[in-house]
């Protein structure tokens, strides 16, 4: 409950209980003139029997008719004095004396309670209403005993009192109508001031709850304007001290947390561009590896294909000379055999001893092997000097098809059946391309990385019991103004999730040990930043993978002049 509430509530239970205090003393003047009207009567009625007893007592002597008659003379004075009725009985209920002479004699009719009868026999004064046909609202009657002058009840003096009865209770009336008007006044004017004063506290009190309320939202900037010199005026005065204290911390909290967001976000910035700059200096750092490792693989693989071209050439060379003169001595044999048929015993054992019949048969077929393997080590030594391009750092027109062939010439061990799987089939869809101009050496990585990858997967599939026949498909062929090599196998293929991250560096499906997870993305970079071209996935889950290469055809001057212009830009 409010404080005006409880102010008015506590006025009003006042003023009520100063209406109920008026009401009960209204109350109790009423009965008071009720009693001093029944007092008054009794009194009269007393002092008439009294009088009447006494005359009697007094006049002994007389005959009961002069009595009566002097009793009837004292009830019509007093009649006439106080109008009121007037009837004196005797303990029989006859009437003695009346105002109404005719009920002289007669028996008293309107004591229905017998209220008259009880106080002849008991002494004790009674009030009682008498209605009639005359009287419809009824008249107020008190009985008296009628005594003699020894205390002897004769009879019963009744009396009228109901004017006394009607003044008595009009006097109270008033009472009680100027007691309840002062009780409503009184009331009123409580009223009336509880509700300035309960305005004149809830009012401040009020507003400074509503503040209270706002400041508790976070309305900082709310103050009271209360004046009063009170302890209201004291208390607003502490809450607008209290509000000025709390919006001076809260700026000062906005000030330190905007500063320390500032921080934050300038910690992370640094964060960020500090492991972007790691990456960079990570994925640099493998680049850098992985171009020493084959630089000086290219570097060693040239070494070896020279080391090994000049007495392969000079093998090769002489093959030819030597079948030549193979084939003169073996006609010069057959000659002696033929006009010497019977040679010496010497010869002849000797020509047993040396099985010239299965020389001259074996001789040409060793020499065509010898010169089918010297071909095959020039073939290799020649793949060996096309992959060894990759210390190459300027643009070169290049056949992919020869870059692809030593790749996989290179990759020929791998290829081969191994004793837990079948040899991988290779396809070479070959189309009608022009040389182009890139980096012979990196293009060759990219084909390297790209099968090395292609026949992993054929390994984990055929391990897996997914690809009973692993199979390499290379097609190549010109589209619009682009070159574009296809490589595909027929392993698991690669997820959707995945694929999204392939070209990521450091990002890697193998095992620990067996993938650095950049040759993708130095594959990537290649193809891309240093070729201006694309390099694509696509595969679906049981249906293999496709990398698709798409290389621009360029002249060699605008080629390099572009790549120069993209790496400035870089």
């Known amino acids: 409950m409010k404080i005006s509430q409880k102010l008015i509530s506590g006025i009003l239970g006042m003023a009520t209980l100063s209406v109920i205090i008026g009401g009960i003393s209204a109350h109790q003047q009423l009965k008071v003139a009720k009693y001093l009207a029944q007092q008054e009567a009794e009194e009269v009625a007393g002092l008439l029997g009294y009088l009447v007893s006494h005359e009697l007592e ?196 906005v000030n330190a947390n905007e500063q320390l967001r500032d921080e934050i976000i300038e910690r992370q910035q640094a964060e960020a561009e500090l492991q972007k700059a790691l990456k960079e200096l990570q994925k640099t750092q493998i680049q850098l590896i992985q171009s020493e490792k084959m630089s000086s693989l290219g570097q060693l693989v040239a070494g070896v294909a020279h080391e090994i071209n000049n007495p392969v050439n000079f093998i090769y060379g002489n093959i030819q000379y030597t079948d030549d003169y193979s084939q003169k001595m073996l006609f010069l044999i057959k000659l002696y055999q033929k006009h010497y048929p019977n040679p010496e015993p010497e010869i002849q054992k000797a020509n047993e001893e040396a099985d010239i019949e299965y020389l001259t048969e074996d001789l040409p077929k060793m020499l065509t092997s010898m010169k089918m393997g010297a071909k095959r080590i020039r073939e290799i030594v020649l793949s060996l000097r096309i992959f060894s ?57 990219v084909f390297m990385n790209l099968l090395a990858n292609a026949i992993d997967a054929l390994e984990e599939c055929f391990q897996k019991e997914l690809c009973p026949n692993p199979l390499i498909r290379i097609s190549s062929e010109q589209v619009n103004e682009n070159v574009v090599i296809r490589i595909i196998d027929n392993g698991s293929g690669i997820p959707e999730a995945i694929q999204s991250r392939l070209f990521d560096p450091f990002f890697t499906t193998k095992p620990v040990g067996k993938g650095t997870g950049m040759g993708l993305s130095i594959g990537y970079q290649i193809i891309t930043e240093k070729h201006g071209g694309s390099l694509q996935c696509i595969s679906s889950p049981g249906q293999g993978a496709e990398f698709v290469i798409a290389i621009p055809i360029r002249e060699a001057k605008s080629a390099q002049s572009s790549i120069c212009d993209r790496h400035a830009y870089r």
Request: with cysteine; glycine share 6%; net charge negative.
């Open 58 to 253: 007094y006049h002994e002597m007389r005959s009961r008719e002069k009595m009566l008659a002097h009793l009837q003379q004292h009830v019509e004075s007093l009649h006439k004095q106080r109008q009121r009725d007037l009837e004196i009985v005797d303990r029989n209920k006859i009437i003695l004396a009346d105002v109404v002479a005719e009920d002289i004699g007669t028996r008293l009719e309107h004591d229905r309670n017998n209220e008259v009868g009880r106080t002849i026999h008991d002494g004790i004064p009674r009030t009682y209403i008498e209605t009639s046909p005359e009287y419809p609202k009824g008249i107020r009657l008190i009985a008296v005993p009628f005594k003699t002058g020894k205390g002897e009840i004769i009879g019963a003096v009744i009396l009228e009192y109901t004017p006394l009865y009607e003044t008595a209770l009009a006097t109270a009336q008033k009472n009680i109508v100027a007691t309840s008007v002062i009780s409503l006044a009184c009331g009123i004017l409580s009223l009336s001031v509880a509700y300035l004063i309960s305005r004149s506290i809830s009012k401040p009190i009020k507003q400074l709850q509503e503040a209270v309320v706002n400041l508790a939202e976070g309305k900082l900037d709310t103050r009271v304007n209360i004046r009063s010199q009170d302890e209201i005026g004291e208390l607003a005065t502490s809450f607008n001290k209290m509000a000025d204290d709390l919006q001076h911390s809260r700026d000062e909290l």
């Open 389 to 445: 391009r990759l210390d190459e750092a300027e643009f070169k027109t290049a056949d992919l098809h020869e870059g692809i062939d030593s790749t996989l010439l290179i990759l020929q061990h791998r290829l081969k059946a191994q004793t837990n799987r079948p040899q991988i089939q290779v396809v070479k869809e070959y189309g009608e391309i022009p040389k182009i101009q890139c980096f012979a050496g990196q293009m060759n990585q």
